[in-house]
């Protein structure tokens, strides 16, 4: 497995040679998609957790939802994700605490992912994901989607595809979405994104087809359990060289 | 006040239960010149007394602005208000630095609180000898909050501290009622009028000696000094000069008035 | 697993996220415009990232190359203007803005910020002012500017249209000096261009041109569309 870097402990380290932290992901889940639609927002990811091409973990969450209208799909490295998951409920638990009405709306849950990446890149140790930010706010029912990356990189957009999604699902995303994020219903968004899942399980092989989707309206947050895509497979028996 | 063998430092208890220096920094609040703060539903103001030590110096400055959503009123000890005002904007630009979110009052509140309780239990300390009122408005509203040498703070309809800050309190506590509805305008001028209360019989509000401020849902930080001043004095002027509480409010003395 | 046989390229900390800025500094303007484009190699991230800000009714920063890192530069002079406010009770002006930048930069210059920055506005006596930069703090003062990804494009156009280079029978406006003599629309319409030509050949450039107009009253925000292609 010569494409996979252990991350050694700096003492496990050969003294005469520079430090060197995180070389790569290990653990790794694939695409996050999100849109926004009428009532609120969506995401979906995979339940797949790869190491290197073995498919490992098959029943992976990446959805993790922060407070009552925040949702953060992650791709990337997974151990870096759950240390990020435990940064986060410190500060959800944080907040609790204070019981002052203050609730960190999903624009600020943003800005600390944000500002928590770019420390850690800057530092040169980075948190090797991709995070799809999505969240409708409160009072206002105003709509949120960003997206955040090992490098503090952010941006915000009607889609968001990370990984391999940024190129199969995101030409398909747009064109679905733009321009009508204030008219799709929340059975044509499903669609899109359960059409842009199948997209990429059918070219994406660190990918798998058993997904979990994710709501934020103003009511509330919605996951599903782990649902599988319909898949049409019959026309591999017209490919020469495959199967029987 | 007298001294005793139980004031030597803020960390050593009297038999009574009381920590002497506490108490000492609490008069230090009452030195300095009034300040008032009062908020409606919409809007918090600040009004503040200013004084000059003579006829050739400037006045002083009663009022710091924290954030474009929070300014405080400062009443006592001049350096230790501008130790604490610092404190509070670093604190405010830290909330905008990694939460992207103009810092809530409580979490401002809790922080000075946090900070100034040190002061008062490790060896050696001192209290500070200020009193702050600050204002602010975040997603709960628009908020007066009291901060004292104790380590408290207190959130209030309105507040005065400083010197001859009661006859200010009893003005408040009979007209607050009216606040909650009232059109900023209105409430800087009770504001005034409250402050009026506290002056000396011969002194006066003009546009040198008071500084108002006002913050407000969708109104960033705003500071009237000077000639700016002239039109709410004027309003003032044409009310029933002398203190006294506006016509409108016909109630008796305030459960509070226990000052002659 | 030996060192010497790693494959993989070791952990970059710096992207560059494409984008152009543009500035022209007039008597008694100042234009600075930047596309809205964020891509990531052949991906274009979104249409809509402002990569140019307002700091004051003075002064407009424009930053591209690395996102996360002009986002950080943003703010922390941001910060540094709120603390100047605070301290000496006025706001900062761009000159003095504009040696912060170049302070702030060079603070970093073994891990630089990967920011092609771009500081206008107004000086002291209301004459339009630019400063131009590399990522480690060098800084002049310039009469117009463009810098980022199409800045090899747009520059010698500026040059040739706004100071007059390569032409015969129009004074040449030198590089050291402080502004052109251009009309505030005449500078509009040439950033216009400037953009709608940039486009057309750099591909990390496009979707949406943001225009900051600084003038004494202020500062006036546009935004027209480019080509999203």
């Given at each position: 497995m010569a494409s996979i870097k252990l991350k050694l402990p700096q003492a496990a380290q050969n003294a005469q040679e520079p430090i060197t932290h995180s070389d790569g992901p290990i653990v790794t889940g694939t695409s996050v998609l999100g849109i926004k639609y009428k009532d609120g927002i969506m995401v979906a990811a995979d339940c797949l957790a790869s190491y290197g091409s073995l498919a490992r973990f098959r029943d992976v969450n990446r959805l993790q939802a922060f407070g009552e209208r925040t949702i953060i799909g992650a791709s990337g490295d997974i151990g870096d994700f759950q240390y990020v998951q435990d940064e986060l409920e410190k500060l959800m638990i944080k907040d609790f605490c204070l019981a002052d009405g203050h609730e960190l709306a999903t624009p600020h849950v943003y800005s600390y992912l944000h500002r928590l990446l770019y420390s850690r890149r800057s530092e040169m140790k980075p948190l090797w994901n991709s995070y799809v930010v999505g969240g409708v706010h409160s009072s206002s029912s105003q709509r949120f989607l960003g997206y955040v990356d090992l490098l503090g990189t952010t941006y915000q957009s009607s889609t968001i595809a990370t990984g391999f999604g940024a190129h199969l699902a995101q030409p398909l995303l747009r064109k679905a979405v733009e321009g009508r994020e204030d008219t799709l219903t929340e059975e044509e968004a499903v669609k899109i994104l359960?059409?842009?899942?199948?997209?990429?399980?059918?070219?994406?092989?660190?990918?798998?087809?058993?997904?979990?989707?994710?709501?934020?309206?103003?009511?509330?947050?919605?996951?599903?359990?782990?649902?599988?895509?319909?898949?049409e497979w019959a026309f591999a028996e017209h490919i020469v060289g495959y199967g029987a | 006040m007298f001294r005793n063998q139980y004031d030597n430092d803020a960390s050593t208890w009297s038999p009574q239960g009381r920590l002497h220096q506490v108490e000492y920094a609490m008069e230090a609040v009452k030195q300095g010149s009034a300040v008032v703060g009062l908020r409606s539903n919409t809007h918090a103001v600040l009004v503040a007394l200013k004084r000059s030590p003579g006829k050739l110096a400037s006045y002083q400055q009663k009022l710091y602005r924290v954030d474009d959503h929070i300014g405080v009123a400062i009443s006592g000890l001049t350096s230790d208000a501008r130790v604490l005002s610092n404190f509070m904007r670093s604190e405010a630009m830290r909330s905008k630095m990694l939460y992207d979110r103009p810092l809530p009052l409580f979490r401002l509140s809790s922080a000075l609180v946090a900070k100034a309780q040190a002061n008062i239990q490790e060896y050696?300390?001192?209290?500070?000898?200020?009193?702050?009122?600050?204002?602010?408005?975040?997603?709960?509203?628009?908020?007066?909050?009291?901060?004292?040498?104790?380590?408290?703070?207190?959130?209030?309809?309105?507040?005065?501290?400083?010197?001859r800050s009661q006859s200010a309190r009893t003005y408040l506590e009979r007209t607050f009622d009216a606040f909650s509805d009232a059109a900023l305008d209105d409430l800087i001028k009770h504001g005034l009028r409250a402050l009026r209360d506290t002056l000396q019989q011969d002194k006066q509000l003009d546009t040198l000696n008071c500084s108002v401020a006002y913050v407000g849902k969708d109104q960033a930080y705003t500071m009237v000094e000077g000639e700016d001043l002239r039109p709410f004095l004027d309003a003032l002027d044409s009310d029933h000069s002398g203190n006294a509480a506006p016509s409108s409010s016909s109630q008796g003395p305030a459960p509070m008035e226990t000052e002659a | 697993m030996a060192t010497s046989s790693a494959k993989e390229a070791s952990f970059s900390p710096y992207e560059d996220n494409g984008g152009t800025n543009l500035a022209i500094a007039g008597q008694d303007y100042c234009v600075i415009a930047s596309d809205t484009r964020q891509s990531r190699g052949y991906n274009i991230n979104t249409r809509f990232a402002p990569k140019t800000f307002k700091l004051s009714d003075k002064t407009v920063l424009s930053t591209a190359g690395c996102q996360p890192d002009g986002n950080m530069v943003v703010t922390r002079i941001k910060q540094h203007m709120e603390s100047y406010k605070h301290a000496h009770n006025k706001e900062m002006s761009t000159p003095a803005v504009g040696q912060l930048l170049s302070t702030m930069l060079y603070m970093k210059r073994f891990f630089p910020y990967y920011s092609f920055n771009i500081l206008g506005g107004l000086d002291k006596e209301g004459k339009g002012c630019i400063y131009s930069y590399d990522a480690i703090g060098s800084a002049e003062r310039v009469p117009c500017l463009a810098s980022g990804s199409a800045a090899a494009l747009v520059q010698p156009f500026l040059d040739n249209q706004v100071r007059n280079c390569n032409q015969v029978g129009k004074p040449r406006i030198m590089a050291a000096s402080p502004v052109s003599h251009l009309s505030l629309d005449q500078a509009i319409k040439i950033t216009k261009d400037a953009f709608t030509s940039a486009t057309e050949r750099d591909i990390y450039t496009g979707d949406n041109l943001q225009i900051f107009i600084v003038t004494r009253d202020g500062v006036e925000e546009q935004v027209h569309p480019l080509k999203r292609d």
């Open positions: 359960d059409d842009c899942m199948r997209v990429l399980f059918y070219r994406d092989a660190r990918s798998l087809n058993r997904i979990r989707r994710a709501k934020v309206t103003k009511d509330g947050m919605e996951v599903t359990d782990p649902y599988s895509l319909e898949t | 050696g300390r001192r209290p500070y000898g200020v009193g702050l009122l600050y204002i602010g408005h975040d997603e709960t509203g628009p908020h007066v909050y009291e901060f004292s040498p104790s380590a408290n703070t207190f959130e209030y309809f309105a507040m005065a501290i400083g010197s | -």
